[in-house]
């Protein structure tokens, strides 16, 4: 996945998405923005996300994607 689609399904997401994914999952909202790109360590978690450069962002490794299939799950309904 590049790092433009991993930006672009967390930009469709509907309001107040980060914070249902952080509670259904039992994490800080911060963990969920990090996974998304953002980078606050002081109150979210690392994600488990490996960047390699390229067209489109670059290329995004996911170690664990239970948030990606959370918000997939979301735009799905």
Known sequence: MTFNELR???????????QRIA?????DVETVRNYFGGDNYDDGKA????YEKG?????????????LEKAKEMLAN
């Open 8 to 18: 672009r399904i967390k930009d469709q997401l509907p309001s107040g998405s980060m």
């Open 47 to 50: 994600v488990g996300l490996h």
């Open 55 to 67: 067209p489109e962002g670059g290329i995004v490794q996911i170690d664990d994607t239970t948030i």
């Open 23 to 27: 509670d259904e999952l039992g994490i």
